[in-house]
């Protein structure tokens, strides 16, 4: 039997600019009606006049489907103006610890600075979408941050926080106890731990941040999409580079997961036995979280299965080399 989707959403995304903005952006816009798009550009996007010209970027990439970005804003030290001025045309304020990731040196190096802004955010009703490690331990990291993340909780208390791509046991009891605060999760922190990355050969297309974690953390990630937990969203964090910069010495971070994210899912629920728990995680949950409703519009997949090709152009996707049991259906839907 067909599933069918209603305006799905990836609320994590990296689409880049230039040739690889054209490469990457029509796989998501062909499974989802939008996505948050994630601004840590070369130069990050941290003005509205920059919002404005990535999004029509995105758009002219796009091409005619109708796909919505969700355009962030680089979090730094705003004033009232910016941020209202910027309010209606973005989704949030993404926040990386500088040098944490991919094009993050331009980030928070202070956290006792940031206050000021955060007060901004919360008064405006702003979400403020966090990359959440400190530069620990890399297995520790997610859970050292949650300190961070309390504080947020704790001292803006009407703020929208957004804990990003959550990997750990840990972040999943930290979510339990602030009611307000929600997340992401990646559909590979879904299916792979550490092993996958670096058990065997060395897999430069499994590397990312926040790496994969134990076996007994994506186990309580899943235990938690599974179940249809109301303030977890789907982010793919598809984040892609090319060959050159992940075959090599000193591999980027990322995974290139857009153009097997919903087939993928769609998999991963029916084989757990709980597609009903599908609807929430990758649309309604985001929905009523940031208060967006998108364009009407379906997405139907079908159980048919599908070889997931060695590359796009110069990038590797995830799976690629492996048989996926469903697929976007090709005419699908009125709008997409
Ligand atoms: C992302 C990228 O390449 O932009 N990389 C990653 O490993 N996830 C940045 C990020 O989200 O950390
Ligand atoms: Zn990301």
């Known amino acids: 039997m067909d ?22 952006a029509p796989f998501s816009a062909a499974q989802f009606a939008g996505g948050a798009v994630m601004p840590n550009l070369v130069q990050p996007v941290d003005s509205l006049e920059r919002v404005r010209a990535y999004r029509a970027a995105i758009a002219a990439a796009c091409g005619t489907a109708a796909f919505v970005p969700y355009m962030t804003l680089f979090f730094r030290d705003y004033d009232r103006r910016e941020l209202a001025e910027a309010k ?25 600075r940031i206050g000021a802004t955060v007060a901004l955010l919360e008064e405006l009703d702003i979400p403020l979408l966090v990359h959440g490690e400190t530069g620990g331990f890399v297995m520790e990291r997610e859970q050292e941050f949650l300190a961070v993340y309390r504080w947020l909780a704790e001292t803006f208390p009407r703020l929208r926080l957004v804990m990003e791509h959550i990997t750990t046991a840990a ?32 897999r430069p ?24 937990h109301p303030r977890l969203m789907f982010g793919s964090d598809s984040a892609p580079h090319p060959r050159h910069k992940k075959e090599c010495l000193g591999c980027a971070a990322g995974v290139f997961s857009a153009p097997v994210a919903l087939p993928a899912l769609a998999e991963l629920f029916v084989e757990a036995g709980c597609p009903e728990h599908l609807p929430a995680f990758v649309s309604a949950n985001a929905r009523r979280f940031y208060r967006i409703e998108p364009p009407a519009g379906t997405v139907c997949l079908e159980p048919v299965a599908w070889l997931v090709p060695e590359r796009y152009g110069e990038v590797t996707p995830f799976l690629a080399g492996k048989t996926i049991g469903w697929r976007v259906k090709a005419a699908h839907s009125a709008r997409f």
């Open 3 to 24: 599933l069918t989707l209603d305006t799905p959403l990836d609320m994590h995304l990296h689409l880049r600019q230039g040739e690889m903005l054209d490469l990457v």
């Open 88 to 112: 209606d045309e973005i989704i949030g304020v993404k926040l990386y610890p500088a040098g944490i990731t991919t094009q993050s040196e331009a980030g928070v190096r202070d956290f006792d």
């Open 171 to 202: 972040a999943i009891d930290f979510l339990e106890r602030f009611d307000r605060v929600a997340a992401t999760v990646t559909l590979h922190h879904l299916l792979i731990t550490l092993d996958d990355v670096a058990g065997g050969l060395l």
């Open 205 to 228: 297309d499994l590397f990312c941040k926040p790496i994969a974690k134990t076996p007994r953390d994506r186990d309580a990630l899943r235990r938690a999409v599974l179940s249809g």
